[in-house]
């Protein structure tokens, strides 16, 4: 099973852009991909979502319009743009295979295959 590794995390200030990526250790292109963030004491939640082809992506209501998903055979990549203090979090790449057509998912149970996760720290 392909292990990930996330990289790219740190501190930035309200409006500025930071990248993160998450390095996959064999082939990532049987897999759809996704990143999540958790705040301190707040449960795990869904940032982003892309198809095993990247044709396809979904995002949160809370990042839509900033943040933008990627993947290719070796990974997959969070753009983020005019962060906030509220992207404050731990963030986490995911992914997992499917059968026929794609649907897509926000559900954290449904991604086997996840990183050790990487802090972001918005400040003002």
């Known amino acids: 099973q392909v292990q990930l590794v996330e990289s790219g995390g740190g501190e930035v200030q309200t409006g500025d852009s930071l990248n993160v990526a998450c390095a996959a250790s064999?082939?990532?292109?049987?897999?759809?991909a996704a990143w999540f963030r958790q705040a301190p004491g707040k449960e795990r939640e869904f940032v982003a979502s892309?198809?095993?082809?990247?044709?396809y992506t979904h995002y949160s209501d809370a990042v839509k319009g900033r943040f933008t998903i990627s993947k290719d055979d070796a990974g997959t990549y969070l753009q983020m743009r005019n962060v906030k203090l509220e992207d404050t979090a731990d963030y986490f790449c995911?992914?997992?295979?499917?059968?026929?057509?794609?649907?897509?998912?926000?559900?954290?149970?449904?991604?086997?295959?996840w990183g050790q996760g990487i802090q972001v720290i918005v400040s003002s």
């Open positions: 995911a992914g997992r295979t499917y059968s026929g057509g794609y649907i897509p998912s926000r559900t954290v149970s449904e991604y086997p295959v």
């Open positions: 892309i198809s095993r082809s990247g044709s």
């Open positions: 064999s082939s990532f292109i049987r897999y759809a």
